[in-house]
């Protein structure tokens, strides 16, 4: 384009942005009271910001932040004219011009529009929170205030595996834990800002709102302690609920094929509570003054399946549970010894840890995860 061509077109088209400008304004009064409608125009036509932004915009070079600087009037008298908001935010006046989208065709423009902040809800008052210790040693194995609920029946020597050397070896170098998830989409009670798209009851595929988001806990602090992790967020319960166990075992042997010097392998889970008549209960206390979910071991036996090493597993389980109930007397509910094997024959230090239940929040699950990774890295670094 020649030189005396181009200065006409631009003055042509600064010309038509002004003119938009006006019959916005003039469209606008349409549907106010005329008296406000003046106001609006005199106020307008007085800015010498908006009719700089009036033309930097229709030149494509209003960047964002000014526009955000107008008043409300000259922010929507930009909007509705085509010509100035397509030029909002680019960078050239050259750029091509796209049409702007209309209302329903795209998401509000306005970062502080109410519809564009998270929802925010609160958990539903009917959830029963109970903190759960034995109140007798009845129907449980224990010895130094710990308790397993020994399912399987096995004989037990509680208080020797309180104070038995653990069979683990934690090298200098490279990982030493490694955190999965089997049901990685198990998630809480919506409260708060901590809100998700739901991919069934109280479950998501949302990894900042689910029991994945706890393992990230869980890692940050046994990280600060010193400890290397490896934390794996795939989730192996979603789409397919079926067969998770067995995609979380071949995750773990790539891991540990990959990472040898693994010796603990963590499978964050959280719990589902629900009484007989459909009461939802949620396992909690109150620690320092913050709400907290209680955490369970689960551990695994060869009750049913091969699993030598199952009482090496069960020897760290009661001494990370002899530590918390050191450190925060309520913090943990008794150890659950189960029939299953849950993955745990892959490590000499492997556990199924329930941080919590769906009916306790994400804020109340991630309080207990600090606490546990506390507990578990005292245990660990004491080797």
């Not at 400008?21 to 007085?46: I, K, P």
């Not at 990685?184 to 990894?207: F, I, L, M, N, Q």
């Amino acid at each position: 384009m020649k030189q005396g061509q181009g200065r006409w077109t631009r003055l042509l088209r600064r010309g038509t942005a002004l003119f938009l400008t006006t019959v916005t304004v003039w469209v606008l009064s349409l549907t106010a009271d005329m008296g406000a409608a003046a106001e609006t125009f005199r106020t307008l036509a007085e800015s010498p910001a908006f009719v700089s932004a009036a033309l930097r915009a229709e030149l494509g070079s209003l960047p964002e932040e000014e526009r955000e600087s107008l008043t409300f009037w000259e922010r929507l008298a930009l909007g509705q004219s085509p010509t100035l908001s397509a030029g909002v935010g680019r960078e050239a006046a050259d750029v091509p011009e796209v049409p702007s989208p209309s209302p329903s065709a795209g998401e509000p423009d306005d970062p502080e529009d109410p519809e564009e902040l998270p929802a925010v809800t609160a958990a539903p008052e009917d959830i029963v929170g109970r903190t759960l210790l034995p109140v007798s040693g009845d129907g449980y194995d224990s010895a130094q205030g710990v308790y397993i609920e020994n399912r399987p029946g096995l004989e037990l020597d509680v208080a020797a595996m309180a104070q038995a050397e653990l069979a683990l070896d934690l090298p200098e170098e490279g990982p030493q834990v490694l955190i999965v998830h089997t049901h990685g989409s198990e998630a809480y009670t919506p409260d708060g800002t901590d809100t998700y798209v739901a991919t069934g009851e109280c479950r998501t595929a949302d990894k900042t709102k689910s029991v994945v988001r706890v393992g990230e806990e869980v890692a940050k602090v046994l990280t600060e302690m010193g400890l290397t992790v490896v934390h794996d967020t795939e989730l192996y319960d979603y789409p397919a609920y079926n067969g998770s166990y067995d995609r979380s075992l071949a995750a773990v042997e790539h891991w540990l094929a990959q990472y040898p010097t693994i010796q603990v392998v963590l499978d964050i889970h959280r719990d589902a509570l629900i009484g007989a008549d459909g009461t939802v209960y949620k396992p909690i206390t109150t620690i320092n003054g913050e709400s907290c979910a209680q955490v369970m071991l689960v551990m695994g036996s060869n009750a049913l399946y091969d699993h030598p090493d199952w009482l090496g597993n069960l020897t760290l389980a009661v001494q990370v549970q002899k530590e918390m109930n050191t450190l925060w007397p309520t913090l943990a509910r008794p150890i659950g010894l189960r029939e299953n094997r849950y993955n745990q024959q892959t490590a000499p230090g492997a556990m199924l840890v329930e941080v919590g239940s769906h009916g306790n929040t994400l804020q109340e699950a991630l309080a207990a995860a600090r606490m546990f990774a506390r507990a578990l890295g005292a245990v660990l670094l004491s080797q």
